[in-house]
């Protein structure tokens, strides 16, 4: 029994790791849609530059980031998932041609190393939190010294 049930919590972390690739990739392609596909409807939504949101709050944020960096691309480097958390490091890119944090458009690139930790329940995210250096970010586009 022992390992049929340690089979299962390694299914459950794989398809986990799986889903969380596929909702970055959506993300990649600024699909509000099919990335909302891969989230809990009361999904709590946690990141230093908003606070905690909810899933209207998490589609607001994707809405003004996509706005400020149109040709943003998150490549997924690595992920590390055990039960129904999912580690993914992640590489942020883009052109900043929009509005971002309260910054005009500058043209200017940016590449953040960013980490989410998203917890699943029932094979879609509950809590997805992301960590990002900020000020990187601001320094990159100008706001910061």
Known sequence: MAIAQQQKATDIATANANDFRAAMSAASARDHDRFEAHLRDDVTF??????????????????????????????VERTVSEGDTVVGE????????GELAGVPATNKSVKVPVTFIVDYENGKAKRWSSYLDTATLLRQIGAMK
């Open 46 to 75: 946690i990141n230093p530059m908003v606070g905690t949101v909810d899933k209207a709050g998490f589609r607001a944020f994707h809405t003004a980031l996509w706005t400020g960096l149109p040709d943003i691309n998150y490549k």
């Open 90 to 97: 992640c590489t942020v890119t883009g052109t900043q041609r």
